[in-house]
């Protein structure tokens, strides 16, 4: 009796097997791309309503979001996780979409597209996080 189970996740060994790889990292990506996205419906449209809508139409006090004021929620620890939720998760959600987009219409090579877009992201957070803690410590 044979007691050995194949695994759902690994490939067959068949013809196919030598060009069927792995990855371990996509559950990291589409968890980014998910957050990202939730971000992108929930808290940009709020954002924008706040400043682009109801601060220019007098609906807020001006004080609301002086100089001052925004300063110093920005550089905060509430800022930061701010930032993070605003601008890096969403900037992964669109790597990833650019991503599947550059790999559904065969542009590139994927491996290289997957460090450049994910990469990318990687630095423009690295950069707006970095702007926070800056502010923070002056």
């Given at each position: 009796m044979n007691m050995n189970k194949i695994a759902m996740?690994?490939?067959?060994?068949?013809?196919?097997?030598?060009?069927?790889?792995?990855?371990?990292?996509?559950?990291?990506?589409?968890?980014?791309?998910?957050?990202?996205?939730?971000?992108?419906?929930?808290?940009?449209?709020?954002?924008?309503?706040?400043?682009?809508?109801?601060?220019?139409?007098?609906?807020?006090?001006?004080?609301?979001?002086?100089?001052?004021?925004?300063?110093?929620?920005?550089?905060s620890v509430p800022g930061f996780l701010f930032v993070?939720?605003?601008?890096?998760?969403?900037?992964?959600?669109?790597?990833?979409?650019?991503?599947?987009?550059?790999?559904?219409?065969?542009?590139?090579?994927?491996?290289?597209?997957?460090?450049?877009?994910?990469?990318?992201?990687?630095?423009?957070?690295?950069?707006?996080?970095?702007?926070?803690?800056?502010?923070?410590?002056?």
């Amino acid at each position: 009796m044979n007691m050995n189970k194949i695994a759902m996740n690994k490939p067959s060994m068949g013809q196919n097997s030598a060009q069927h790889k792995q990855a371990f990292d996509e559950p990291l990506w589409w968890g980014l791309f998910s957050a990202g996205g939730v971000c992108f419906a929930v808290l940009l449209p709020a954002v924008i309503l706040f400043i682009a809508v109801l601060l220019p139409l007098g609906l807020l006090p001006a004080e609301a979001l002086s100089y001052e004021r925004a300063s110093s929620l920005l550089f905060s620890v509430p800022g930061f996780l701010f930032v993070g939720a605003v601008v890096c998760l969403p900037l992964f959600h669109a790597a990833h979409r650019l991503r599947h987009g550059m790999f559904d219409i065969s542009v590139g090579n994927d491996a290289l597209n997957k460090k450049l877009m994910y990469g990318g992201a990687a630095l423009l957070s690295m950069l707006a996080l970095g702007l926070v803690v800056a502010g923070m410590l002056s």
